[in-house]
């Protein structure tokens, strides 16, 4: 049996999950974490780890979404010369962030539900980067 390196003891589970649902608040998701991870860093070697999971995949979020404000601009830029065309791109812009946001959203309200249940949750492309991190030593998961 491989030791579930992101399960949480049946008291600890709530405030883990507090830790993914506070990623549906843009930035706020940050300082709540960041409190939470140096109230609990000494208690919960495991609620740390959730607590870092989402300040990095809220990381990788606001990356994009500062990518969105890039393009946001450059759409404008190019409404100015040709006004069709920035239209367009300003709303195929906004559409993509909608999308991103929504399948964020969801991957943080699995996350929440999975770790209330006391079930394992890495997040895609950051979690095990994380947890390896977090634990010094490579995740072997079932």
């Given at each position: ?5 992101t399960?949480l003891r049946?008291e600890?589970?709530?405030i883990g999950a507090v830790?993914h649902?506070a990623?549906l608040l843009?930035v706020w998701?940050l ?5 939470l991870m140096?109230y609990y860093?000494?208690?919960?070697r ?8 989402a300040i990095?995949?809220?990381?990788v979020?606001?990356?994009l ?8 601009i450059?759409?404008?830029?190019a409404?100015v010369v040709?006004?069709?065309?920035g239209e367009l ?6 559409l993509?962030i ?6 964020y ?6 996350g929440a ?9 890495i997040y895609?492309?950051v ?10 030593k ?5």
């Open positions: 049996m491989i030791e579930n390196p399960a049946p600890e589970r709530a830790a649902l990623g843009p998701c300082f709540i974490n960041w409190g140096i860093r000494e208690s919960s495991r609620l740390v780890v959730h607590f870092q999971q990095m995949a809220h990381g979020f606001l990356a979404f500062a990518v969105w404000g890039v393009v946001y450059l759409a404008g830029l409404g040709l006004p069709p065309v791109l300003r709303r195929v812009n906004n993509v909608g999308l991103v946001y929504s399948g959203a969801l991957i943080a309200l699995y539900w999975q770790t209330f249940q006391g079930k394992e949750f895609p492309i979690g095990r980067r994380v947890v390896e991190g977090a634990l010094g490579p995740t072997v998961l079932e």
